[in-house]
Each structure stands twice: as C-alpha cells, then as structure tokens.
C-alpha cells in the first residue's frame, strides 16, 4: 500500500472511536471525488470502522497498512451520484433500560475490542469486536429472533453493527445509548 498517493492526510492517532470517523466525515469533504484520504490512527477498532463507513456511504475503501500499532487507512471520494446518505440503526434503548433488564439476563454483544472489553463490561455480555461480526453470524444465528441489545463504547460502533445484523435477519437488534461511557450499572473485568 505504500505506493498510494494521497491527496490529503488527516492524524487520529491516539483518539478512540467515534472521533476517526468523525474526522474522516469532515475531511472527506474537504477533497474531490476520485482523491484519495489517508487517515492516521491509533485504535484497533478503525480497522473495521473506517471500512464499514466508507461502504456505507459509498466511498471507496481502498485499504488499510499496519505498522508497530499505527493503521494507515486509505478512502477515495466517490462521485455525489455513488454516494449514500448516512443512516442510523431507528432501534434504540438507552443505558438506563438496559439496566433495568438485567434481572432478566438479556442478550447483551458487546461490539468493542478486546481489550476495552477486558477492562470493563456488562456482567454477561458477549464479546463480538465488530471487525468479526461479518465471520460471527453463523454463531449467532441461534440468536437472530431474541431481543439483541448492542454495545460499543459511545454508540457509534454499536449503530454499524446493529445495522449489520439487521440486514442478517436479525430483526430485534437494538443499539445501545450513549453505550458505555455512559453506563452506570455493573462492571465485571476480565
């Protein structure tokens, strides 16, 4: 990948999911279509996040280079007639009705990497870093007619893969809100 010429390079490196994207959304619009973005990051999880949005939105992911903990990730800017208008997953619960369905052992995935997983989760919750959703499903199809409750750490990634699954057959999938940065219920550490 080395031999990509970018036309611009924005640096996310030591930000956390959402802020890659986020700063991906605003730079993208800052080069014309067929140019190519090169974004900089520090966060296992763009890996997934940067190639799920650009097909999302119907931006060319063109790939990503890994070296000593830095992702270099690479998006050329469709034409606005390829473009797709960002959507939302239109399932939601908020944190607090979340807690509430604990008693009742709800299926909670948790869609973060490992590691912010090993720090600190929802007792029960089931680890699926979104980069292995896609290779997941046949696993959690046993799933796909329960009420499934997703969770990144601000929502943004849990929105993906609500959506992911969503378009998998998997039709009560919720997106947990503001995910857990915001939950205040218990924690368990691995």
């Given at each position: 990948?080395?031999?990509?010429?970018?036309?611009?390079?924005?640096?996310?490196?030591?930000?956390?999911?959402?802020?890659?994207?986020?700063?991906?959304?605003?730079?993208?619009?800052?080069?014309?279509?067929?140019?190519?973005?090169?974004?900089?990051?520090?966060?296992?999880?763009?890996?997934?996040?940067?190639k799920a949005w650009a097909?999302?939105?119907?931006?060319?992911?063109?790939?990503?280079?890994?070296?000593?903990?830095?992702f270099t990730h690479y998006i050329r800017k469709s034409n606005p007639?390829?473009?797709?208008?960002?959507?939302?997953?239109?399932?939601?619960?908020?944190?607090?009705d979340l807690l509430a369905k604990l008693p009742d052992h709800p299926v909670i995935l948790d869609v973060r990497e490992p590691a912010e997983y090993a720090f600190g989760h929802i007792p029960g919750a089931k680890l699926v870093p979104f980069g292995e959703l896609e290779e997941a499903i046949a696993d959690l199809q046993p799933l796909a007619e329960q009420d499934i409750h997703v969770i990144c750490r601000t929502g943004s990634r849990s929105d993906m893969a609500c959506q992911v699954l969503s378009e998998r057959g998997f039709s009560n999938v919720k997106n947990v809100i503001p995910g857990m940065t915001g939950w205040t219920g218990p924690v368990e550490s691995k």
């Open positions: 990948m080395s031999d990509v010429q970018a036309n611009k390079s924005i640096d996310c490196k030591g930000l956390s999911c959402p802020m890659p994207i986020v700063r991906t959304k605003k730079a993208i619009d800052e080069v014309q279509p067929g140019q190519v973005l090169e974004v900089i990051a520090t966060d296992p999880g763009s890996v997934a996040d940067m097909e999302r939105t119907g931006h060319q992911f063109i790939g990503t280079t890994a070296e000593n903990g830095t007639s390829e473009t797709k208008p960002e959507q939302t997953h239109p399932h939601v619960i908020s944190n607090e």
